[in-house]
């Protein structure tokens, strides 16, 4: 089992819909979450991160958490063409050790 | 601010060679943590420094090796290039505060080709 698994996609969504991206972890002590979004030929950058349980907002992206159930989404309200590329998961489960998910591949059809 | 330089963006070189990439992190950020990334593997967790010492690290063989300076940039070095070392090296810096989860921004990358 990969200890972050993301649905490769691609997930369509048309441009103003509500785009759900999904990411499970394995090692439970795992405390630390973020999301980044890479567009093709760039590096990631950070989305959102999120340490506590529930939902945080910020902006059109809520993040939420489920630690119980080993589960992060992003969720991009008013999908928008500029929000097509590939979103990353990453998970701290020990200090200073990152873990990256392979991607979801995000199209937003205008 | 200035973003995470590295150097070079682009190296080619030949199996059995070794290579050394750079990065400096985001001023007044301590941790820089290396990356390979590849179509096949996505992104994957090399090392992590801060204040010159190693504090984790993945799983890849001791052909990779790293350092910091005292001025927090740092350097990646691959001795022995296999052809499957072709990859996409990112670094990525962070305030490496107490935690061991901070948010981490990344530079542009170094695209590694192996002959």
């Known amino acids: 089992q990969k200890e972050v698994e993301q649905n490769s996609g691609p997930l369509s969504v048309p441009e103003g819909a509500i785009a759900s991206l999904n990411c499970t972890y394995s090692d439970r002590g795992s405390q630390s979450f973020f999301w980044y979004r890479q567009y093709s030929g760039k590096s990631p950058e950070l989305i959102m991160f999120i340490y506590s349980n529930g939902d945080k907002e910020d902006g059109r992206f809520t993040a939420q958490l489920n630690k119980a159930s080993q589960y992060v989404s992003l969720l991009i309200r008013d999908s928008q063409p500029s929000d097509s590329a590939t979103y990353l998961c990453a998970v701290t489960p020990e200090p200073y050790k990152y873990i990256f998910g392979t991607g979801t591949r995000l199209k937003v059809l205008a | 601010k200035a973003g995470v330089t590295q150097t070079p963006r682009y190296l080619i070189k030949t199996r059995g060679q070794q290579v050394t990439l750079s990065c400096s992190p985001i001023s007044g950020h301590r941790s820089v943590s290396w990356y390979q990334q590849t179509p096949g593997q996505g992104l994957q967790f090399l090392f992590e420094?801060?204040?010159?010492?190693?504090?984790n690290k993945g799983n890849f063989p001791g052909r990779f090796s790293g350092r910091q300076f005292s001025n927090s940039r740092s350097e990646m070095n691959v001795s022995t290039l296999e052809l499957g070392d072709s990859a996409l090296y990112l670094c990525a810096s962070s305030s490496g505060l107490a935690g061991g989860g901070n948010e981490q921004f990344f530079g542009p990358g170094t695209r590694l080709t192996v002959l």
């Open positions: 420094y801060f204040s010159e010492t190693q504090r």
